[in-house]
């Protein structure tokens, strides 16, 4: 479904990817038809679902028009690739994500849209979040944005302690999106933060202090503990092949991952984490199978120790 130039373009493009969801889509969408600002289309990107979401697709087709436009993606070819696809169809000079079992509060998009017409230098604008049980029920706040972090987050949201932009927060140009490639799809974890600082080394960031995005806690076993490490030495590693001047920075992030690591494997018998930490330890053997950058990473620990 390329995009039709004959169209007048709404102000912000919505991408909502979606896999066997059905259940929250609903919910999702419904934060979508509350905004204050209505100037919007609504991408849904289905990742081969098995579910009812077929059906409900249709009753959205019906009831939005144009506004509404939808696209499959192969099943399982993960999130970044249907985000990506989202990117592609997009009309809008501007583009927020939503996942599909999380929320926006009504003024979401009018504060946000506001904030990057008053900075149209900006590549990155995100809120605050709150957090829900599946159940509906509130969880406590997650720790407040960094005072001043907008000046300094590139490098911090390399950082798990500025880990705060969530995905369904975010709304940034579409024209800095597809400058850099939009997610990386061979990264299965992290890849929104690689895009995030990616965003950020680009241009001024905005970051709204008020709880305006709706984020349903994620299952803590989604991705293994071991996985989740690698995944963030991984991000390390590109982050300091692009911009060498973050190495000094990265090394002792990337020596706490080992740490944190041989903690797992020592404390939580966690065998994964031993595999890893054997792979990653100094005296990695040449010929070790370890995905290229994170032996990278390991390569340079090594030469600390």
């Not at 305006?212 to 690698?230: G, I, K, N």
Request: proline share 9%.
């Amino acid at each position: 479904m390329p995009r039709d130039r004959h169209v007048t373009a709404p102000r912000v493009s919505i991408v909502l990817p979606t896999r066997n969801r059905a259940h929250t889509l609903p919910r999702a969408v419904r934060s979508v038809l509350g905004q204050c600002e209505q100037d919007w289309e609504l991408i849904l990107v289905d990742d081969g679902s098995t579910d009812d979401t077929p059906a409900y697709r249709a009753k959205l087709r019906a009831a939005l028009g144009a506004r509404y436009r939808e696209a499959e993606t192969t099943g399982g070819t993960g999130a970044a690739a249907a985000r990506n696809r989202g990117i592609a169809l997009a009309r809008a000079p501007r583009v927020a994500f939503l996942d599909s079992d999380d929320g926006w509060e009504p003024e979401k998009l009018h504060a946000q849209l506001a904030a990057m017409d008053a900075n149209p230098a900006a590549t990155l604008c995100f809120t605050a979040h709150a957090e829900f049980a599946p159940g509906g029920h509130a969880l406590p706040p997650p720790p407040p944005i960094a005072p001043g972090l907008e000046e300094r987050a590139y490098p911090l949201l390399l950082s798990v302690h500025h880990n705060c932009v969530t995905t369904p927060s975010v709304v940034a140009p579409r024209a800095a999106l597809e400058a850099e490639g939009g997610f990386d799809e061979a990264m299965r974890i992290c890849e929104d933060i690689d895009l995030w600082t990616r965003l950020a080394r680009r241009g001024p960031v905005i970051a709204l202090r008020a709880a305006l995005t709706l984020v349903e806690r994620r299952d803590p076993e989604r991705f293994p503990y071991a996985e989740s490490l690698h995944a963030r030495a991984d991000l390390y590693a590109r982050a300091g092949a692009r911009d060498e001047a973050l190495l000094p920075m990265l090394r002792p992030w990337g020596a706490q991952l080992l740490d944190a690591l041989g903690t797992a494997a020592a404390v939580r018998r966690d065998e994964p984490a031993r595999r890893l930490l054997r792979r990653a330890a100094p005296g990695l053997p040449e010929g070790e199978a370890l995905p290229p950058a994170l032996r990278a990473l390991a390569t340079e620990l090594n030469a600390l120790a």
